[in-house]
């Protein structure tokens, strides 16, 4: 019995998945979300993917990207 509901979760997820990677603006929200968070971060402003404040430095002192 449990392979049976392991198996019926596994198909539920991968159809959840399925659905996602189907619809292109939920494509495009994941994708654009932590790209235009970095930016506003870079440009010290504020906007709709705001990212907490992070320093990207490698300990010389040089922003990294």
Do not use: H
Request: aromatic share 10%; net charge neutral.
């Amino acid at each position: 019995m449990k392979g049976i509901c392991e198996l019926a979760s596994v198909y539920k997820s991968c159809e959840k998945y399925r659905e996602r990677l189907c619809d292109i603006s939920w494509f495009m929200r994941e994708l654009n979300e932590p790209i235009a968070g970095m930016a506003n971060n870079e440009d010290k402003c504020t906007g709709r993917f705001q990212l907490p404040t992070t320093n990207y430095t490698n300990g010389t002192g040089m922003q990294l990207y």
